[in-house]
């Protein structure tokens, strides 16, 4: 028995290198070999409610001044997403608007129906509209105070 190398862990066996081990559970475990693959079939893209909610997510993470690490923070948000695909969203000019837009509100308060509420000083909303809310997941009423 080996000591050192690459166990299958579908029969134990043992191979010398990764590429060894690759080609034997291409051959002998097809199926398994298969499922752990696991390439999408064509890209997502993101929609409008996706891009609020990450808008959102940071402006109070920037808020909060947790600016170290965002990505890390909005990450477990998007369980189908990876890191690479939101650091590509935050780079589009829309985006980076979005979140200054909801950045400069601070003389307002959303109202939600699930009691959670964001303070803002200068409103660049119209006075009435629909916000989506991170908290409980759902579009809700925006007004100024």
């Known amino acids: 028995m080996a000591t050192a190398g690459f166990s299958c862990k579908h029969c134990s066996m043992w191979f010398k290198t990764k590429i060894g081990l690759g ?14 693959i696991q390439v999408p079939k064509s890209k997502t893209r993101w929609s409008q409610e996706e891009l609020a909610v990450m808008a959102t997510h940071e402006a109070i993470l920037i808020f909060q001044g947790k600016i170290a690490e ?6 477990p948000l998007f369980p189908n997403r990876t890191r690479e695909t939101i650091k590509g969203q ?7 608007d979005l979140v200054c837009r909801i950045q400069l509100m601070q003389s307002c308060v959303l109202f939600c129906c ?5 303070y803002c000083s200068c409103c660049r909303f119209p006075p009435s509209s ?12 925006f007004s100024c105070s």
């Open 130 to 141: 629909i916000f989506f809310c991170v908290l409980c997941s759902s579009s809700c009423f």
């Open 90 to 96: 935050k780079r589009q000019q829309k985006y980076k």
């Open 23 to 36: 080609v034997h559970k291409q051959s002998q475990h097809r199926a398994e070999y298969e499922e752990e």
């Open 114 to 118: 699930c009691s959670c509420f964001y």
């Open 70 to 75: 965002i990505n890390s923070e909005l990450l």
